[in-house]
Nanobody, 124 residues
């Protein structure tokens, strides 16, 4: 199992930027792909982005492609999400997630561990 702790949420105006971090811990962190999901109030949790641990391959939801960037620092066991050109519809609780592969963790069913979430609010 992998433990995940997010940080960096907050309030930002539309068009602004915000960065999230997720610290992963556990003996088998390198066995997992890491990523981000988000859940807006009254909506289902949705995939945002994922990154493989070994090669740094990335995958994004269409709704954030070109605006968000996922990256990782293997030495720190940390994954980041840089969010630019934020829109009010990006407002949500953002969850760090770990899965066995980038392919399987694009849905909530494929996630093996979840962080507790951090709130991002984008004002118009």
């Amino acid at each position: 199992q992998v433990a995940l702790v997010e940080s960096g949420g907050g309030l930002v105006q539309a068009g602004g930027s915000l960065g999230l971090s997720c610290a992963a811990s556990g003996r088998t962190v390198s066995n997992y792909a890491l990523g981000w999901f988000r859940q807006a109030q009254g909506k289902e949790r949705e995939f945002v982005a994922a990154i493989s641990w070994s090669f740094g391959d990335t995958y994004y939801a269409d709704s954030v492609k070109g605006r968000f960037t996922i990256s990782r620092d293997n030495a720190k066991n940390t994954v980041y999400l840089q969010m630019n050109s934020l829109k009010p519809e990006d407002t949500a609780v953002y969850y760090c997630a770990a899965g066995l592969s980038m392919g399987t963790m694009r849905t909530t069913n494929g996630v093996k561990s979840w962080g507790k979430g951090t709130l991002v609010t984008v004002s118009s």
